[in-house]
């Protein structure tokens, strides 16, 4: 197939190129701006489109796209949520996915943020390189004994639990399906009101669906046992900022990691350095000592762009070859 991959980075045109390189089956042509409306006509003449998290793959977007010939679109990310299926199906095109990269890579990023926080890492370093040595304000707690709550125990998740029971902690789950696994590693599933009420540090894990779309809102904070730490390293809009900015001004959210955001479209991926933010509430997000935030990157790892250079291409194959994909998310009509 002929790809047009939208969003490239280097690093993206480094791993896939090199898997292009490596199976010799789709031509790939490196594409700096998202995909939009204003850039679907890049992709005319192509067979596929590659995509990544903040590219607009919209019913409107879509219509351009099958116009222009495409036939699959192949995201390079597990969530989709940023494609209208419905829309896809209609004009016959196939959406794939990379479902697992490294899970891996998202739960040691998660358990970095959570030690983070802690330990007081970001401020310490701050302090350190400005020539203050002084401890206090730095003051942390040991993890083993602690109480941590993960909601969402897919392959993630389930790497979550078996890090924090490594720490000695007892891992509350919250799933709508249980999985083993998770429970041989001692994990106990809970009630989503109860895992809330107990956890001394709640992680997200889940896929953003109209379910879990703000599911950390001013109702579930206010559930939480006072100076919970909040780690979310699964999609920005299952939390309601605005809910987490009170909750972190009551104290009653004492620790807040984020490795993606509700509006990170205008952000993420993009050095912004030498202009002024407009996003008032990522702005404000930024002004407390409590909340570190990292853009987008706990999949960021050698081990997983390897992997999701290797899928994206092997869906891309398996489609082209067969018609068919086993990570495929959605049935094309006719």
């Known amino acids: 197939m002929k790809v047009a991959v939208f969003s490239t980075k280097p690093y993206d045109e480094q791993f896939l190129g090199q898997a292009s390189r490596d199976s ?47 036939r699959a679109v192949a995201l390079r990310c597990a969530g989709f949520n940023n494609v209208d299926l419905k829309a896809a199906e209609r004009l016959g095109i196939s959406v794939v996915r990379v479902p697992a990269y490294s899970p891996y ?46 909601v969402g125990t897919g392959q993630i998740g389930l790497e979550v639990v078996r890090i924090m029971r490594g720490f000695g902690c007892r891992v509350l789950c919250y799933d709508l399906h249980a999985n083993p696994e998770a429970q041989q590693l001692g994990g106990e599933y809970v009630a989503l009101d109860d895992l809330f009420s107990q956890a001394d540090i709640v992680s997200l894990h889940c896929p953003l669906t109209p379910d879990t779309h703000h599911l950390i809102n001013a109702d579930a904070v206010a559930k939480m046992k006072p100076g919970v730490m909040l ?30 955001y509700e509006e990170e479209g205008d952000l993420f991926f993009e050095d912004l350095s030498n202009i002024v933010l407009k996003d ?9 000592p409590n909340v570190v935030i990292t853009g987008h990157q706990a999949f960021f790892t050698r081990n997983a762009l390897e992997s999701i250079a290797r899928t994206t291409l092997g869906n891309l194959t398996e489609l082209e070859s067969t018609g068919q994909c086993a990570n495929r998310v959605n049935a094309p009509a006719g």
């Open 24 to 70: 010799q089956e789709h031509e790939l042509v490196f594409l700096e701006p998202r995909l939009n409306t204003t850039t679907a006509a890049l992709a005319k003449g192509f067979d596929a489109v590659c995509v990544f998290v903040n590219d607009q793959v919209d019913g409107a977007v879509l219509k351009q796209l099958a116009e222009g010939g495409i």
């Open 231 to 260: 780690i979310n390293t699964s999609r920005g809009a299952m939390v309601d900022t605005a809910a987490i900015i009170e909750g972190l001004k009551s104290g009653q959210i004492g620790y807040l990691g984020l490795d993606v």
């Open 105 to 150: 890579a998202v739960a040691e990023h998660t358990v970095a943020l959570i030690l983070t926080l802690n330990r007081q890492i970001h401020r310490a370093y701050h302090r350190i390189r400005d020539g203050n040595f002084a401890l206090d304000g730095l003051l942390g707690f040991d993890l083993r004994g602690r109480t941590v709550g993960v």
């Open 280 to 288: 008032d509430v990522f702005a404000r997000l930024l002004t407390f």
